[in-house]
Nanobody, 125 residues
C-alpha cells in the first residue's frame, strides 16, 4: 500500500493550492479517503473526507466553503483544492486511507490505517 502526497508549497494569504495524493497497491476505488493536517506543536486535525464513490464529502468547519475534496478513481488519485488560504492553514497535510473498504468514512483518525509522508503547506506574506 502506498499513498504519496504532492502539491504543497509557500503561498500568500488569500492564495490557492491544489494538493494531490497518488495511491497504489490497493483497490483505491473501494476505499474512503481523508485529508488530515498537523500544524507545528499541535495534534493531527481531520480536514475532509470522501466516500469510495466520490458521491459524499464532509469538511471540518474551519475549511468549509474554502476547500474542496475530490477523487478520480480511474487515475487512483485524491485531490484537495484549497482556496482563500490563511496562515492558520499552515501545516503538513496527509492523505489517509480508511481502514476497510466500502464503509462510509468517519472523522475519527483512529479509523485510518494507511498514511502518506505528508506535504508541507505554508501560508505567509
Amino acid at each position: 500500500v502506498q499513498v504519496v502526497e504532492s502539491g504543497g508549497g509557500l503561498v500568500q494569504p488569500g492564495g490557492s493550492l491544489r494538493l494531490s495524493c497518488a495511491a497504489a497497491g490497493f483497490p483505491f476505488r473501494f476505499y474512503a479517503m481523508s485529508w488530515v493536517r498537523q500544524a507545528p506543536g499541535k495534534e493531527h486535525e481531520w480536514v475532509s473526507h470522501i466516500n469510495h464513490a466520490g458521491t459524499t464529502t464532509d469538511y471540518a468547519n474551519s475549511v468549509k466553503g474554502r476547500f474542496t475534496i475530490s477523487r478520480d478513481n480511474a487515475q487512483n488519485t485524491l485531490s484537495l483544492q484549497m482556496n482563500n488560504l490563511q496562515p492558520e492553514d499552515s501545516a503538513v497535510y496527509y492523505c489517509a486511507r480508511f481502514y476497510t473498504s466500502y464503509r462510509p468514512p468517519s472523522r475519527s483518525l483512529d479509523e485510518y490505517n494507511e498514511w502518506g509522508q505528508g506535504t508541507q503547506v505554508t501560508v505567509s506574506s
